[in-house]
């Protein structure tokens, strides 16, 4: 078989005179820097360390835009959170060893939340390769052993030409849906070495389309077509495939209601008449959802926080659209159908027949009645004016990013994330010190507009080192620390489960002065001053801290009853 008429991509002239004619002075780390650009980074997150230094020279040899983090860990957080604002790829460069380790809950919380890292770590020599105990600094046996439990996939390379297909095939990797972090490694010598391979020009690592087949989305039109009570569950795949106004026509064309899991904030518009919101932990919602007849679940696997802690049991038939093939009917049995969300929900805009219910509103008013009136019984008036007074503060299209704290975990629930993709939390893997340096990234990839970082004292005590780089880099960052002495709601877990708490309470630094020791504003506020303290700093151009001195308490749990 020939195949004389297949297509050849061909070198420009100015290609062909740089291959013939490479610049002097490369070496394996340019390879590196010339493959990112060429596949349409921009910037790059990191740390240096020894066996990682060829990279970081190249950098001073191309247009990246570099933002290094103080630790590995939240320089991870800083490209997830990168990576979830642009869609693209965000480069997370790192060293052997104790600095690759390092990342590992950033990038396990990436994974998580389907956010596209490319980590790319030094290895050592290629001569200490394959298992042996040669004393290397930084050894370890098997380095990505350590990583491929957590990534999608890892990518070893041995040589230099290996490095732009091993990195654009992470590349492709870490955009293919569902999006997550990926691996590459690379030795100290061929990254110091010098090259004289060509200069790496343009890549096409374009992912496919996961789209869904026709069969199946057929059959779930029919479903909703013929329902009596459908409703919808719509998580954070609906926000990653920007498919929040598909989901909006095909809503109102079923007059379906709509709730949005944690992830899922901003998927579908809070004041809707179809909106039941994000009131996933409460009861309530949780028996609203059990009667539905036919139940569309979308970018969710109905894990442990959207199933109001497995205790929900829907009564009906479940349609699961779920571009992680592992989450497809992991937790209920269902009509899974393996894509991603935007094609799928367009196939069920283009099939499903028009079906009106002029009580399905009065249904959703309902439900939020009795949601609020649980909380109204509870006394809980400081918390909710604290989360008013940051809303009302924040202006709409900036985003926020949020770490492991009671106010969180409020907000998860009550707060009006305005539009879709601008609300982030650790709440994915739930490790610690996620928001400041989460928010850095996020800023990085848009100086357009400010983000809020919302942390407590113990969250932010893992990552105050990156004060100097939000001062560094003079990013729009304002941090708000809620400040109450511990670990909140490991305190409220104790105490509720054992009468009292141990280990969680920490000494209390002055984090104004914190703050202002790296040149950063700070100030000390009150909840009757948070709205205008917020909103200042909010509008001060560069870094600043906010400090809230209270303690905050969590609403009562429904899924214990």
């Known amino acids: 078989m020939t195949h004389d008429h297949d297509p050849v991509l061909r070198p420009t002239p100015a290609q062909t005179e740089a291959a ?40 001073r040899r191309s247009d990246l835009t570099y933002v290094g983090l103080r630790v590995e860990n939240n320089a991870g957080f800083a490209a997830d959170a990168y990576g979830r604002i642009t869609g693209e790829a965000a480069p997370l460069l790192l060293s052997t060893g104790p600095g690759a380790l390092t990342s590992l809950a950033a990038l396990q919380e990436a994974a998580a939340a389907s956010a596209p890292v490319l980590a790319i770590s030094s290895q050592i020599p290629s001569a200490g390769l394959g298992g042996g105990r040669h004393g290397y600094l930084h050894e370890l046996p098997d380095q990505a052993a350590s990583f491929r439990g957590v990534v999608k996939s890892v990518h070893t390379v041995r040589t230099q030409s290996q490095i732009p297909s091993a990195i654009a095939a992470a590349w492709k990797s870490a955009l293919t849906v569902p999006h997550g972090p990926v691996w590459v490694e690379i030795p100290q010598d061929v990254l110091l070495d010098g090259t004289s391979l060509p200069v790496v020009t343009a890549l096409d690592a374009t992912p496919e389309e996961l789209v869904p087949r026709p069969e199946l989305t057929a059959l779930a039109a029919d479903l909703l077509s013929k329902a009596a009570r459908p409703a919808v569950i719509a998580g954070g795949g609906v926000v990653r495939a920007d498919a929040s106004g598909k989901l909006l026509a095909l809503a109102e064309r079923l007059d379906a209601p709509v709730v949005t899991t944690f992830g899922g904030k901003g998927a579908f518009p809070w004041e809707h008449p179809l909106s039941l919101q994000s009131w996933l932990e409460d009861r309530h919602t949780t028996d609203f959802l059990e009667d539905a007849d036919v139940l569309l679940v979308v970018g969710s696997g109905l894990g442990e926080l959207s199933s109001n802690y497995h205790t929900f049991k829907p009564r009906g038939r479940v349609i699961q659209i779920e571009a992680d093939l592992g989450k497809l009917e992991s937790n209920h049995p269902a009509l899974g159908i393996h894509a991603d969300a935007r094609p799928a929900l367009q196939a069920l805009l283009e099939t499903v027949d028009e079906r009106a219910d002029e009580g399905a509103a009065d ?18 008036t400081l918390e909710q004016n604290v989360l008013e007074s940051v809303r009302r503060a924040l202006p709409a299209g900036s985003p926020s990013f949020w770490d492991m704290t009671i106010l969180a975990y409020w907000a998860w629930s009550a707060f009006d994330a305005k539009s879709p993709n601008t609300m982030h939390s650790a709440q994915g893997a739930g490790g610690l010190g996620y928001g400041f340096p989460a928010a850095l990234g996020a800023a990085a990839a848009d100086r357009t507009r400010p983000v809020l970082a919302v942390s407590g004292d113990g969250g932010a005590l893992y990552s105050i080192a990156e004060l100097a780089t939000a001062r560094q880099y003079d990013l729009d960052v304002t941090w708000l620390i809620v400040d109450d002495g511990g670990y909140g709601i490991l305190r409220e877990y104790m105490t509720d489960a054992f009468g009292q708490a141990t280990a969680t309470e920490l000494t209390r630094p002055d984090y104004v002065a914190l703050a202002e020791s790296f040149g950063v504003p700070g100030v000390r506020t009150t909840p009757e001053n948070l709205e205008t303290d917020l909103s200042n700093a909010l509008d001060r151009p560069g870094p600043s801290v906010v400090v809230l001195p209270a303690v905050l308490r969590m609403f009562a749990p429904t899924h214990l009853a």
């Open 20 to 59: 013939l004619n490479p610049p002097p002075g490369r070496n394996g780390g340019d390879l590196v820097v010339e493959t990112l650009a060429g596949l349409g980074a921009t910037t790059v997150f990191g740390l240096p360390g020894q066996h990682a230094l060829g990279m970081f020279d190249a950098l």
């Open 363 to 380: 249904r959703v008013r309902e439900v939020l009645g009795k949601v609020r009136d649980r909380i109204a019984a509870q006394e809980l």
